[in-house]
């Protein structure tokens, strides 16, 4: 049977960017990278810095999640989304606060951060960024 | 009682989940009547929140308010009853989200609903002892009443954070006394591997509430010299809407410098948050000068009592992040079915 718990290194090794959208930015081509490397993936350039994408962006298009592996069940129906940072990097992630009938395309989208999931057997919370609508003012 | 001495307030929080139950909703499940609710409703979190992501939240707008660089953070202490972990502190994550460094003391404070305040009363004397230079106090909870009982109508959830640092010019405010009262009360408790909390109504009104909360506010005006006219707003935990509004009648307080501190009647009681919230509330709209008496409660039981005078900084600083009322106006209203979802009440 297949185990979906959280694997707990990585995890931990992940808590830059899921806890603070941080990573590191190819200073020749201006590619942002989720994780450590070496090489920038798209320009072979070696000049990677540490760098944070902004935390507001806009949502380009969304899904919404019925039938999820059983780390993400209790959460279920959630809607996943690609969003566009303000600096211009797209990336995937989960929504929050709000329902499919709330949404539209280039909505403005702030990050939170929220509960990921609960591993099953140690009970250990994952915690990671989540999008939502944008807190207006009243 | 303590003179505080150079400490004072540089950024504030507060945060409120979207989701709400009405209490007319809880009182149809149970047979009640909806006349003898206590709020009109609560606020509730959702699956994916839990004290530590709603410290996070607070916090976050508190360190936004004071325009500092989250490293010069040198404390995070938040206080707290439903930590999301037995053993494994909340501090810590907190810290990490926001990017404060890791040489700081971290904290998790247990005292009921006042635990927020024990907070404040540690961060205050690390920057007044000169420990540090900014620390990071907070009142976080995801109160939990047993289905059913009393307290379900008001066990809410929600956060509050203070940027606490050394007197500046451009303060939002600066703490000028605290005085604080605790006995051994049986009113509230919660065994170890317990999921909800027991309370005695024998102890819950005059011998735990009151006497705390009143006790402290006489003791601080007697020992430093203040009378109710000194000051502009009267801040009190709120486990209802009805016990802080008495508290103010019996210290004869016009209601006028109370209500603008009420949060209850919208959120519920907040439990640590509560009394943090209500002075967030009350900074989102206070101008300097002004002079704040905040006093909380905790069962168990306890009284912080604080004087906060309202600096020049308020005006600039609190723009800098969205009024407590934005949190009032997102809201969606939930059944009794999705509330029992949110807060893990199903067990199969």
Redesign the interface.
Known sequence: MLEFGIRIPRYWRG?PFR??L?GFRCEECGEFHFSPRLVCRKCGGKRLRRDKLSERGRLICYTVVKSASPSFE??TPYIVGLIQTEDGTMIVGQL??C?PEELHEGMDVEA?????QTDGESRL?A?GY?FRPA???? | MPQIRDAAIHGYGGYVP?LRIKATEIARIWGKESGEVPIKEKAVA?????A??MA??ASRYAIRRAGIDAARIGAVHVGTESK??AVKPSGT?VA????IGSNITSADYEFACKAGTEAMQSIIAMVSARRIEYGLAIGSDTAQGRPGDALEYTAASGAAALVIGRETRDAIARFEYSVTYVTDTPDFWRRSYERFPMHTSRFTGEPAYFKHTITAVKNLLAENGYSINDFDYFIFHQPNVKFPLTAAKILSIPLAKVEPGIVSDVVGNTYAACSMLGLVKVLDIAKPGQRILMTSFGSGAGSDSFVITVGEGIEEKRERA??L??????K?TIDYGMYLKMRDKIRV
């Open positions: 808590k806890y603070r941080e209790a959460y929050t606060d329902d939170t951060i929220r509960r990921l919370i915690y989540k807190i207006q003012r009243p | 979207r959702a699956i994916d929140e839990d530590i992501t996070i939240e999301p972990y994550i990490e989200a926001l990017g969205p009024p009322a934005a949190f009032f106006s997102r969606k």
